[in-house]
């Protein structure tokens, strides 16, 4: 262990960072040119997108990776195979991120979140998609953050960022629940930033280029703290707690209009009103005219 943390402020995160990076960018830039002839497959089409990650980006991440799921099929495995392999990957980089080493954990944390890509496509291209196949990944999927969570709630166990990491554990259970619970009562709800691929992201980059951001300060600061993890965590442990809310009002708001139980709006489509632009507009107009 020690070992490994001798060596993970330079070679082994600073490294691959330069060499995929070059590689992901020349992809990038091809894919840009054709992309044209690459049908949109459907998670592209159905998933929510953010101003962070667009429908282009996911369209060329799942370019990018279908042949690996190709040799997936070729070596017979199975959807459920490869979202438990994805889900050990995840256990390692928990693992890491207790003991600080994050260029390790992040790169284990978006590979290990790759796998959630690869079982959907070698489902959709060997004709094994099923419901039951689904609920596995879902659930694994809570569990991988889970145990993300807990590793790094172990290293900043004496903390002030512990208060984030425990707010952070909420809010994606809750952005996860909204939509779940939204869907049980026939409201589908994908609005809303910090969905798992935006925490994962943010996580994952945040962790991959912090042992450079350490090497870098330390320079000035004998002992820096990381910087770039504990921003990724403020910034998860605030916004997927304003994401649930606001999936909660939104679904609410929903509910109390197709009910229309009574003519005066409610506190979940007045609060609804006030979030959007014409809302305010709205809003803004009456209180001048009354």
Same mark, same amino acid.
């Given at each position: ?5 001798? %060596? ?101 944390? %978006? ?10 496509? $070698? ?8 419901? +039951? ?25 004496? +903390?002030?960022?512990?208060?984030? %990491? ?56 004998? $002992? ?65 005219? +009354?």
């Amino acid at each position: 262990m020690d070992f490994l943390r001798s %060596l993970d402020p330079v070679w082994i995160s600073l490294g691959p960072i330069v060499i995929i990076n070059i590689i992901l960018l020349t992809s990038l830039l091809y894919f840009l040119a054709t992309k044209h002839r690459y049908p949109v497959p459907p998670e592209v089409q159905t998933r929510h997108n953010s101003k962070f990650l667009s429908g282009t980006l996911k369209h060329w991440w799942y370019w990018n990776n279908a042949p690996i799921s190709k040799f997936f099929i070729k070596m017979r495995m199975t959807p459920n195979t490869i979202t438990f392999i994805g889900f050990l990957f995840t256990v390692v980089s928990a693992f890491f991120f207790a003991n600080g080493l994050f260029g390790y954990a992040g790169w284990l944390m %978006l590979f290990g979140a790759t796998f959630d890509l690869f079982d959907g496509q $070698v489902a959709r291209l060997t004709g094994n998609v099923s419901k +039951s196949g689904a609920f596995f990944d879902s659930v694994m999927d809570r569990f991988s953050e889970g145990i993300t969570f807990f590793g790094l709630i172990w290293f900043f166990r004496d +903390s002030w960022v512990l208060f984030f %990491l425990i707010l952070g554990m909420i809010g994606s259970m809750g952005v996860s629940y909204t939509r779940a619970r939204g869907e049980a009562v026939g409201v589908d709800c994908r609005k809303g930033s910090m969905q798992r691929p935006e925490r994962i992201v943010y996580l994952g980059c945040a962790s991959i280029f912090e042992p450079m951001t350490s090497y870098l300060l330390n320079f000035f600061w004998p $002992v820096p703290p990381p910087i770039l993890v504990i921003a990724a965590i403020v910034l998860i442990g605030v916004m997927t707690n304003v994401t649930s809310i606001y999936r909660m009002v939104y679904i609410m708001n929903e509910l109390d209009t197709r009910e229309k139980r009574s003519k005066e709006e409610t506190l979940p489509q007045i609060l609804h009103k006030l979030s959007t632009p014409e809302g305010r507009k709205d809003a803004f107009k009456f209180r001048k005219t +009354s």
